[in-house]
């Protein structure tokens, strides 16, 4: 099936309609949204208009959201692929899992067969994301996909609480010397 992406133990699926009260869960899991959507509680309205918008980057950019399972079971436990983010909008690759599946490799290896997806059969020629600084786990898979820092921003919430931003980037031709 097209946009299906295999790994060792994932089955990563383009994100459909049918699983936003999956995808909800997930995304409103505090350990899960403590970075990934700062702390704030989206709303299942706002996980649909997310699966729509990666339905249609799909269609335009042959690039979007990945749902992942273990190979022969139904439940997602995570989430990779690629969205934009910031304005003006830079696209970038993002991974959510859920803790239960924390330090065993899935974060990386489905991020990781998100990047080969697209520098394989797309003409994107580099692979950018972002981490807030606080958060560790993320950086290390980062650094484990090969990617390197471009730099950091200062962001404040609307309570004005500070935190640094860090961006990494992955170049094509870094991608294709290490495979």
Known sequence: MLGIVKTARLVLRPVHSLEAAELHALLVNEEVRRYLTDGA???REWVEGVIRDS????TERGLGLWSAREHGTTSI???????DFYDPPVFELLYALRPSHWRRGFATEMA????DHAF???RLTEVRASTDEPNQASIRVIERLGMRSYGRTSMADSELICWD????VLPRDDWKSSH
């Not at 436990?77 to 969205?83: E, M, V, W, Y």
């Not at 931003?165 to 990494?168: E, K």
């Open 120 to 122: 394989t059969h797309t």
């Open 112 to 115: 990781q067969a998100a990047i």
């Open 165 to 168: 931003q860090l961006h990494f």
């Open 41 to 43: 509680i989206v709303s």
């Open 55 to 58: 339905d249609a980057s799909f």
């Open 77 to 83: 436990i995570g989430l990779t692929g690629f969205r």
